[in-house]
């Protein structure tokens, strides 16, 4: 019994990350060229995250800026991560124009804890209900005036707010307008909980060409 339990939650893992972005249809193109993917997991923490798919973001292509992101994760080992906003905190990084390097050192603004959602769109609906977000870029005509980021679950099998082994939840950061990444920009993530870094996450942008970009996922342990 077990392990078809296990087995199912592995199948179920794999849809609800394929649904993640539920407008993924609308013209991704898995050619997109992806530069200078990192993600490193447990550095100075004992416990740590980890990444288990494709960082997925949505874009404005004339504007040539990406306005949110998501990345699946879930813990490294037999423990689990404290996604409340005060045993948790993620830093933003971005160098715009070759030179021009904007830094925060908190972008987060929770978790969406209680419940499950099947796609980024769902989630960020009930994010800025929750008022986790101000804007959802997604739907709305205004633009964010600061960058956040925010949890929410795609597999909680307890609804608290930590999340555990073959639990999955995504990341997602909303851009300001100032922020947004563009096309060969740098941006570097990092997640801290109270022992240090416990995911860190770099990226060159690919080429914008298409409503949702492909940001890939490669994950390097450290040991």
Same mark, same amino acid.
């Given at each position: 019994?077990?392990?078809?339990?296990?087995?199912?939650?592995?199948?179920?893992?794999?849809?609800?990350?394929?649904?993640?972005?539920?407008?993924?249809?609308?013209?991704?193109?898995?050619?997109?060229?992806?530069?200078?993917?990192?993600?490193?997991?447990?550095?100075?923490?004992?416990?740590?995250?980890?990444?288990?798919?494709?960082?997925?973001?949505?874009?404005?292509?004339?504007? +040539?800026?990406? %306005?949110?992101?998501?990345? /699946?994760?879930?813990? #490294? &080992?037999?423990?689990?991560?404290?996604? @409340?906003?005060? =045993?948790?905190?993620?830093?933003?990084?971005?160098?715009?124009?070759?030179?021009?390097?904007?830094?925060?050192?908190?972008?987060?603004?929770?978790?969406?804890?209680?419940?499950?959602?099947?796609?980024?769109?769902?989630?960020?609906?009930?994010?800025?209900?929750?008022?986790?977000?101000?804007? +959802?870029?997604? %739907?709305?005509?205004?633009? /964010?005036?600061?960058? #956040? &980021?925010?949890?929410?679950?795609?597999? @909680?099998?307890? =609804?608290?707010?930590?999340?555990?082994?073959?639990?999955?939840?995504?990341?997602?950061?909303?851009?300001?307008?100032?922020?947004?990444?563009?096309?060969?920009?740098?941006?570097?993530?990092?997640?801290?909980?109270?022992?240090?870094?416990?995911?860190?996450?770099?990226?060159?942008?690919?080429?914008?060409?298409?409503?949702?970009?492909?940001?890939?996922?490669?994950?390097?342990?450290?040991?």
């Amino acid at each position: 019994m077990v392990f078809w339990h296990h087995a199912a939650l592995a199948t179920f893992a794999l849809i609800t990350i394929s649904l993640t972005w539920s407008i993924m249809s609308a013209g991704f193109s898995s050619s997109e060229a992806v530069k200078d993917v990192l993600e490193k997991s447990v550095t100075k923490s004992s416990v740590a995250i980890k990444v288990i798919g494709k960082m997925t973001g949505t874009t404005q292509v004339v504007e +040539n800026k990406v %306005t949110t992101t998501a990345t /699946p994760l879930t813990v #490294t &080992a037999n423990s689990a991560v404290n996604l @409340n906003p005060e =045993s948790l905190h993620v830093t933003y990084k971005i160098i715009k124009d070759s030179s021009h390097i904007i830094t925060y050192d908190n972008i987060y603004s929770g978790a969406l804890i209680g419940e499950s959602y099947n796609s980024a769109n769902e989630a960020m609906k009930a994010a800025k209900e929750k008022g986790i977000i101000k804007v +959802n870029p997604l %739907t709305d005509a205004e633009k /964010p005036d600061m960058t #956040t &980021a925010f949890f929410y679950w795609v597999i @909680n099998q307890d =609804s608290d707010e930590y999340i555990r082994n073959n639990e999955i939840a995504n990341l997602v950061l909303v851009y300001s307008d100032k922020d947004r990444p563009a096309t060969g920009e740098y941006m570097k993530i990092q997640v801290f909980d109270r022992e240090g870094v416990i995911l860190e996450l770099e990226r060159t942008v690919p080429n914008i060409s298409s409503s949702i970009l492909d940001l890939g996922g490669k994950v390097k342990t450290k040991t």
